[in-house]
């Protein structure tokens, strides 16, 4: 077992190996010793040093060539596949890349497929009982004021729970600094709008949540996507170095669990994030939707927690714990605030008071913490399920690259397979995986799929035990 902040000793040897590469021990286009050889000169096994080789491989830093071995990229080649990368697509565009999938979702719904491409919780993991039992209490005690509109910041006893939920993760807040919202994705639409203007440019970290793209385009902003590797101080520069070539005027950032790699930031790089907001004059737009289920044992540290200056525009919402039926979200906009509750009263001049309520009382109450720990169990085995199925030679070839816990798993597919392919034909099986391509307007990822962990484990065993028939084998390429 990794001892409590030791990192994984996959990740050791593959920060060891990235040092060797960057100082020049290891020149580029250099063979990486053979796994055998590796395996003996850092003593672990072949499964860890596997993992470490694919998670160089991911963010560009070495590639393998077929019965040949890994190579160190050429620094031209890993730049150019790596580089900042401007969005000028037309809308339909755009909207028809997230469109195509909806339809494809929604047939595989009216068949009963298995939906590992959704983050919406699987119904048999949702605290049906805890939430009935106390909306039958609210509306006992109160139901006028449950009728009554909310036409201030929020629920102010839902805004009071927040404050003290936010604590345990190290965030000294109260009541005034949060605005509730119509969900995450309100919260975020309205944080965009608070913090920047028509035609400004914000940096995004690619892959990322993909309803994100379509949302900045509608709002007429330009999108820079920075890549993500496996040497994280190589992209803050990469970032840097685009805030100054592209004026950038803000970034959306998710560093705890993210959609869809689900590799956090360390605090070092979220202190380095903040520098360059003082720097540079940005709001940090934080989308922290998946921070709250993680099956480390401390709660995730977002970035709003390192915020001295008001800088962080902090968004999230229950929907991956409670389900996404609750339509509640909130931001703590910190300076943006009066700008925060101006663009939300545009679409939600009142917020509705019963499910504030409702999550207020949850928050409240001890069974809440007892259904995240029965949901953290649930995605633990997920995990091990997921990772035992790889070892089987489930999509054989395949690596796990995100090892922080949480409710996504992306999934490193073998050099010339196309996760669309893999999409495709997973659909004619009638189970869901997202295409890594989805996450990004640039054509990237096609090497990688993402699945959803938040799915009841007997029904996540079986969707594997689908993709995982030998007969008709799920194709490599598309034809």
């Given at each position: 077992m990794t001892p409590e902040g030791a990192l994984p000793k996959y990740l050791a040897v593959a920060e060891t190996l990235q040092k060797l590469i960057l100082e020049g021990d290891i020149e580029p286009?250099?063979?990486?010793?053979?796994?055998?050889?590796?395996?003996?000169?850092?003593?672990?096994?072949?499964?860890?040093?596997?993992a470490a080789y694919a998670h160089l491989e991911m963010g560009g830093a070495i590639s393998v060539k077929d019965r040949s071995g890994y190579y160190v990229a050429r620094e031209r080649d890993n730049e150019s596949a790596r580089a900042p990368y401007i969005i000028d697509h037309p809308l339909s565009l755009v909207e028809q890349k997230g469109q195509d999938i909806l339809n494809d979702l929604a047939t595989l719904r009216s068949r009963q497929g298995y939906d590992l491409l959704s983050p919406m919780l699987d119904p048999k993991l949702l605290p049906q009982g805890m939430v009935s039992r106390t909306a039958r209490k609210i509306l006992a005690e109160d139901l006028r004021a449950c009728l009554t509109p909310d036409f201030g910041p929020g629920y102010r006893p839902l805004r009071r729970a927040l404050a003290g939920y936010y604590r345990a993760r190290e965030i000294s807040a109260d009541d005034r600094d949060f605005v509730t919202t119509l969900g995450?994705?309100?919260?975020?639409?309205?944080?965009?709008?608070?913090?920047?203007?028509?035609?400004?440019?914000?940096?995004?970290?690619?892959?990322?949540?993909?309803?994100?793209?379509?949302?900045?385009?509608?709002l007429n902003r330009k999108i820079i996507e920075i890549p993500s590797t496996a040497n994280r101080a190589r992209d803050l520069e990469r970032l840097e170095e685009a805030i100054e070539r592209f004026n950038v005027r803000a970034c959306f950032v998710s560093v705890?669990?993210?959609?869809?790699?689900?590799?956090?930031?360390?605090?070092?790089?979220?202190?380095?994030l903040l520098d360059?907001?003082?720097?540079?004059?940005?709001?940090?737009?934080?989308?922290?939707?998946?921070?709250?289920?993680?099956?480390?044992?401390?709660?995730?540290?977002?970035?709003?927690?390192?915020?001295?200056?008001?800088?962080?525009?902090?968004?999230?919402?229950?929907?991956?714990?409670?389900?996404?039926?609750?339509?509640?979200?909130?931001?703590?906009?910190?300076?943006?605030?009066?700008?925060?509750?101006?663009?939300?009263?545009?679409?939600?001049?009142?917020?509705?008071?019963?499910?504030?309520?409702?999550i207020a009382r949850l928050l409240e109450s001890a069974s809440f913490g007892t259904h995240v720990g029965e949901l953290k169990l649930n995605v633990r085995q997920n995990i091990q399920t997921l990772q035992n199925a790889l070892g089987d030679g489930l999509l054989a070839g395949s690596h796990l690259t995100s090892k922080d816990g949480g409710?996504?798993?992306?999934?490193?597919?073998?050099?010339?397979?196309?996760?669309?392919?893999?999409?495709?034909?997973?659909?004619?099986?009638?189970?869901?995986v997202a295409p890594g391509g989805m996450y990004s307007l640039a054509d990237r990822f096609d090497d990688h799929i993402r699945l959803f962990l938040g799915i009841e484990t007997h029904n996540f065993r079986r969707a594997l035990s689908i993709l995982a028939r030998p007969t008709g084998r799920l194709p490599s390429q598309l034809p």
């Open positions: 286009g250099a063979r990486l010793p053979s796994v055998r050889s590796a395996m003996r000169r850092f003593g672990v096994s072949k499964n860890t040093l596997i995450c994705t309100h919260a975020l639409v309205s944080a965009v709008e608070a913090s920047t203007a028509p035609g400004d440019t914000i940096a995004i970290r690619t892959p990322t949540f993909y309803p994100l793209l379509r949302i900045i385009h509608s705890s669990l993210p959609d869809p790699y689900g590799a956090s930031l360390s605090d070092v790089d979220k202190r380095h360059l907001a003082e720097r540079f004059d940005l709001a940090m737009i934080e989308d922290d939707v998946f921070g709250h289920v993680s099956v480390r044992n401390k709660m995730m540290r977002p970035l709003k927690a390192f915020d001295q200056t008001g800088r962080v525009l902090h968004c999230s919402s229950f929907s991956k714990t409670l389900g996404s039926g609750l339509r509640v979200g909130w931001c703590m906009p910190g300076r943006y605030a009066k700008a925060m509750q101006n663009v939300r009263s545009i679409v939600a001049p009142a917020m509705p008071v019963f499910e504030q309520a409702l409710l996504l798993a992306w999934v490193r597919l073998p050099a010339g397979t196309s996760a669309t392919a893999i999409y495709k034909a997973a659909l004619e099986r009638n189970v869901a």
